[in-house]
T-cell receptor
Framework: ELKVEQNPLFLSMQEGKNYTIYCNYSTTSDRLYWYRQDPGKSLESLFVLLSNGAVKQEGRLMASLDTKARLSTLHITAAVHDLSATYFC??????????FGTGTRLQVFP | SQTIHQWPATLVQPVGSPLSLECTVE??????LYWYRQAAGRGLQLLFYSVGIGQISSEVPQNLSASRPQDRQFILSSKKLLLSDSGFYLC???????????FGPGTRLTVT
């Protein structure tokens, strides 16, 4: 059974600092998805990574995928308060489903 | 463009009462549809998914059921709610043959 693990589960960081969220998965997959969820809200798509070595960047967030290591990273550069949210990675299984990671709750403080 | 709707947005129901949540998608045909539940402060639990009208796959045995009476309509139901059914219910869709899921705004259910 596919398992998708994220760490850390909770991250409290100061504005201006850098940090990385890790997403490990237990079976082969050539693609991975990142989502953001603001408190009390639904999920919105952040990044779609479709091949080994894929790198996507938007603003202060950069995501990468290493399919051989079964690892994706979400790097935060110079964090700002607006990035405070829960971040989920997700890996496809079979042909119809995504398995979501446990989520990383990010809190950025001044 | 595609849009996904869920209603109601919030719901407070007593234990033992029935439930019906509705999800509809506009602007696409033959989508895959999904129901998730998220307990407070937790991750996503896939409840049901559907690849076509009348085709429902159940992921977790429980007192909930799902139906897809029309191509772009997905309904989550229960005959008798339990306290443990409280949570944030999210509907999502994908284009057939792809994996990226697009989520609706969600329904927050509180069972009292």
């Amino acid at each position: 059974e596919l398992k998708v693990e994220q760490n850390p589960l909770f991250l409290s960081m100061q504005e201006g600092k850098n940090y990385t969220i890790y997403c490990n998965y237990s079976t082969t997959s050539d693609r991975l998805y990142w989502y953001r969820q603001d408190p009390g809200k639904s999920l919105e798509s952040l990044f779609v990574l479709l091949s080994n070595g894929a790198v996507k960047q938007e603003g202060r967030l950069m995501a990468s995928l290493d399919t051989k290591a079964r690892l994706s990273t979400l790097h935060i550069t110079a964090a700002v308060h607006d990035l405070s949210a829960t971040y989920f990675c997700a890996v496809p299984v079979n042909t119809d489903k995504l398995i979501f990671g446990t989520g990383t709750r990010l809190q950025v403080f001044p | 463009s595609q849009t996904i709707h869920q209603w109601p947005a919030t719901l407070v129901q007593p234990v033992g009462s029935p439930l019906s949540l509705e999800c509809t998608v506009e602007g696409t045909s033959n989508p895959n549809l999904y129901w998730y539940r998220q307990a407070a402060g937790r991750g996503l639990q896939l409840l049901f998914y559907s690849v076509g009208i009348g085709q429902i796959s159940s992921e977790v045995p429980q007192n909930l059921s799902a139906s897809r009476p029309q191509d772009r309509q997905f309904i989550l139901s229960s005959k008798k709610l339990l306290l443990s059914d409280s949570g944030f219910y999210l509907c999502a869709w994908t284009r057939r043959g792809t994996y990226e899921q697009y989520f609706g705004p969600g329904t927050r259910l509180t069972v009292t």
